[in-house]
């Protein structure tokens, strides 16, 4: 069972099993914050913009919508309430796409506890194009729930925006300005830099999650060292001669 306590190695809470949300439950941990949101049903149909409000609104920060967990207002209390998983990850990715302005990027995972029933985790990685507009609204995350941005703060994070497109144009320049045949010929030269918005979940899972990690990382530069030309291996980590 994954451990719910929050640490260095463990920065956010993400469930891999129904036995991780009921541990959360019984020990009082579980409930809605900043960073995660529980419903007990995808939203219908009809509730498709109210779905894409509530993945815009983590878009700022980056979050977690959990499907499948059943609140009692008044005690304030949570309870399992598995849901039918059919299509639903489709739909929250069709959702996301389609109707935020830009559309937004999700990482959804299921928990299944029986065939075609159990749980919906979808992660939405903290955006660089935030804020997302729904309906010509703009949405953030409070404490516990959604909320309509101001104008101010709108702004300011378009301007947090445009300075992050200013640093890749930066970047670029930087790459023209050391290109070694910039005065060879009348050739064109095409310019790319890349950065990735989201990274995966499993980016580097072998080497982060492997117990002998240390070895694995003193052979990959040594095999660097010895063959700096060589491929690496797509079935693991190792470099090919």
Known sequence: MTSIYLSSENPRWIPKTEADL??????????????????????????????????????????TLLVGIKEDKETRTFELAPQPLNGLPEKVEQVARSIPDPPLNVITEVIETAPGTGYLVAHIPASPAAPHMVEGRYFGRGDKTKYR???TEVLRLHARRNAVEADALGLLRKEMNEDPLQNVGQQSHFFLVAQPTAGRRDLLLDLTGAHDWNTWLARLIERAHQNPGAERDPQGMAFLP
Request: aromatic share 4%.
């Open 149 to 151: 941005l101001s104008d």
């Open 22 to 63: 009921q541990a959360a439950i019984d020990g009082g941990l579980l409930d809605e914050t900043h960073y995660l949101d529980l419903k007990e049903a995808p939203s219908s149909k009809g509730d498709n913009k109210e779905l894409a409000r509530d993945l815009a609104s983590f878009a700022v920060d980056g979050g």
